[in-house]
């Protein structure tokens, strides 16, 4: 088919923007596929040196008691918390034979001596405290201090050390663990899981486009959409490295999202294109009203999904902040991928990607009044609130869970059990009194004086959940002294408290720990600091903000529906359905990650609660695809309703037109989410799942029978304030 080139003059003047975007891309199309050559050619370039430069990312909330606390064992003790733990086993014997212990200080000696390491010491050369030792004594542990952020700890400090010591030493055998440790494990396997599951849904995304476009470049353009968008988008990161930190885990964010909404914004521009051919429109008309529909469209729909991804920046955290950063930067890409250069590349090789003559459904436009989509919309209609009551009932079924939610603390079970850094932590959880590693630490802010010190150490010792107590003041456990003090813990007259957590209070909540240590009395002016409490002022500071999360969201999107519909009333009833849409997402997560269903399946360890993180992340993104689908769907009842004026016509042609090109993208975009189930980092695996079922149950229940039932009780006042929008032929 020939190119037809709409001629210029006074009524292109008066064309639509976008329209004129489309004919301007259709004439320049040799120019745009060049550039666009070229900057994919730099993008690569740039995306290239953006992997390495992504930042490592620990759980830390600035300016809060833990972050204050840590700072001031620095300043007035010259320490802090251990960030690595060596886990002693001796070939035969105990920990306690001469040749044990005189292997033990050696090592322990010369890792302190190793570059990165401030403080190392051991049960040999702290006095043998119980906490140090495992009870049959087979194990004892060395604690490491390397000082640093976590890109110096993680990716200069430990890969040194920990390779010359791990193995065999003497007559010692020794592993590595400790919190450093296993996050530095989980980065290069959460990025191996995503390029992985990439692998295998690449040709799978592949095969299903073909089934639904029965053409081959019809099939191969979206899934180029999203490696582009991909490309694209780690390229913008580039940029915003130099002011910003980005997380490393945001270049998986940008391999799930990447191939997902190019695909999904190509199909949309393409299925149009074919509408417009099947009308007998010629290829450049076709690809202008492609351009003008599919492109206002998808142009609202990034809008909505970059908006969702925004609110991440209310949020004081680098490691969810990037998330916004890498999210928006994708969607730029898929964006510029559907808008600009696939209209060229349909300009260009049009007739490949055209419907097959005779066909219908998935080539063409469908016969109004005709084909499944319409009967079932007209159906649904009839009867609104007996469908919508069911599919509301069935999807607050499956959204129940959430309300036994309970968020906790990240630990090693985020790994596989072959991780060797768990197989450390499992040794320590199972065999040792205490973990000394995740100690709370106290210090003083003004004076104190020796018998206070001796006095609040008592009291600490008898909270439950507290192995030892150390201080300049003695050992204490269970309310009485068990050793000697430690000198260094006294000093310019402030005072530095360990609270030694057992074993047991750290594998069930140690965010109630450091609670309850809080809540005794000191007699002097203190902070709490240390790892559980790092961990515990995290969680609080992401979920006291939650509320303020969920505001921006709400609004933000409402306003970007409210401008593209001109209506009140159908923002609402999207916020109401992507409510309902989160809810299930968030019930399946609760059900699976937290109490533990499917476990053996998916082969991960439930810990009885869920690190806030991820949740957070995956609101934001589900909320957005979510309106995706909404912007996809209310575009083409709107479209149908300034055309005929009639809310019923409208919703079932929209849902003819419209719903079986979002049950497709749904499929592809859940296929894509839920290889990711193949995991072996439990993080990347919850994200996986909750997002495969918030867009499955978005694409089919909620946009098939929610959407036409609520649109239809509803009736005129769908359109309020500003009505209906005349549309003129073109």
């Known amino acids: 088919m020939a190119v037809n080139v709409a001629t210029r003059g006074p009524r292109a003047a008066a064309e639509p923007p976008l329209r004129r975007l489309g004919h301007l891309l259709v004439r320049r199309r040799r120019l745009v596929l060049a550039l666009s050559a070229l900057l994919l050619v730099v993008a690569g370039v740039l995306a290239a040196g953006t992997v390495s430069r992504l930042s490592l990312a620990r759980f830390e909330a600035p300016g809060s008691e833990s972050d204050r606390a840590q700072a001031e064992l620095v300043r007035r003790f010259g320490t802090g918390s251990p960030d690595l733990v060596f886990l002693v086993t001796p070939r035969s014997g105990t920990v306690d034979d001469p040749a044990a212990e005189a292997a033990g200080r050696a090592l322990t000696d010369r890792i302190g001596r190793s570059d990165g390491v401030a403080e190392a010491s051991s049960y040999w050369t702290r006095g043998r405290p119980a906490t140090l030792r495992s009870r049959d004594g087979r194990h004892a542990l060395i604690v490491v201090r390397a000082p640093g952020d976590a890109d110096h700890v993680r990716a200069w400090v430990l890969p040194a050390l920990v390779p010359r010591i791990v193995g065999e030493q003497g007559p010692l055998q020794v592993r590595a663990g400790g919190g450093e440790e296993v996050f530095r494990e989980t980065v290069p396997l959460a990025r191996q899981d995503f390029v992985r599951a990439e692998l295998v849904i690449f040709p799978v995304a592949f095969v299903l486009l073909w089934l639904y476009q029965r053409r081959v470049l019809a099939a191969l353009a979206p899934i180029l959409a999203g490696v582009l968008a991909m490309v694209v988008g780690l390229a913008l990161l580039r940029g915003v490295l130099v002011f910003a930190e980005v997380s490393t885990f945001a270049l998986n964010l940008t391999l799930a999202m990447g191939l997902g909404l190019g695909i999904d914004y190509c199909l949309f521009v393409v299925q149009r294109f074919r509408e417009e051919v099947s009308a007998g429109r010629d290829r450049a008309a076709a690809v202008a009203g492609a351009v003008e529909h599919a492109g206002r469209t998808v142009l609202f729909s990034g809008l909505t999904v970059a908006a969702s991804l925004a609110v991440l920046f209310a949020l004081p955290f680098d490691f969810l902040r990037s998330f916004a950063f890498a999210g928006i930067a994708v969607v730029a890409g898929g964006l510029f991928a559907a808008v600009i250069v696939l209209p060229a590349v349909l300009a260009s090789a049009g007739g490949a990607m055209s419907p097959r003559p005779g066909s219908s459904g998935r080539g063409g436009t469908e016969v109004r009044g005709a084909g499944f989509w319409h009967g079932l919309a007209v159906r649904v209609m009839r009867r609104p609130v007996v469908f919508g009551g069911l599919a509301a009932a069935l999807l607050l079924v499956l959204a129940s869970p959430f309300l036994g939610l309970r968020f906790g603390t990240a630990d090693d079970r985020i790994l596989p059990p072959e991780a060797s850094s768990r197989q450390t932590q499992e040794v320590i959880r199972q065999t040792f009194p205490a973990e000394e590693t995740d100690a709370i630490q106290i210090v003083s802010t003004g004076a ?83 790892y559980p409490a790092e961990l515990a002022d995290y969680r609080a500071s992401v979920v006291d903000r939650l509320p303020l999360v969920l505001t921006l969201m709400l609004g933000v999107t409402f306003a970007v529906l409210f401008l593209m519909t001109g209506s009140l009333v159908l923002p609402l009833k999207a916020t109401l359905l992507n409510v309902l849409s989160l809810g299930v997402m968030f019930g399946a997560v609760v059900w699976i990650f937290q109490e533990g269903h499917l476990s053996g399946l998916l082969g991960f360890t439930p810990t009885g609660t869920l690190d806030p993180s991820i949740p957070i992340l995956m609101l934001c993104v589900a909320y957005g695809l979510s309106m995706d689908y909404e912007v996809f769907l209310l575009s083409r009842i709107k479209e149908e309703y300034d055309g005929t004026g009639d809310t019923g016509q409208a919703v079932a042609t929209g849902m003819q037109r419209g719903a079986p090109l979002i049950t497709a993208a749904g499929g592809i975009l859940a296929l894509t989410f839920a290889a990711y189930a193949t995991a072996r980092v439990a993080f990347v695996q919850m994200l996986g799942v909750g997002m495969a079922v918030a867009v499955l149950a978005d694409a089919t229940v909620i946009r098939a029978v929610l959407v036409p039932s609520l649109m239809r009780l509803a009736g005129p006042l769908n359109w309020w304030p500003r009505g209906r929008a005349t549309t003129s032929p073109r």
């Open 448 to 530: 104190a004086r020796a018998a206070d010190v001796s006095a609040y150490a008592m009291r600490l010792s008898r909270v439950p959940g507290v192995a030892q107590v150390d201080s300049a003041a003695g050992a204490h456990a269970a309310g009485r002294r068990v050793g000697d003090g430690d000198p260094a813990r006294f000093r310019g007259q402030g005072a530095w408290l360990s609270v030694v957590p057992s074993a047991e209070a750290l594998a069930g909540d140690p965010v109630r720990l450091v609670e309850s240590v809080r809540a005794v009395p000191p007699p002097f002016e203190v902070l709490v600091g240390g």
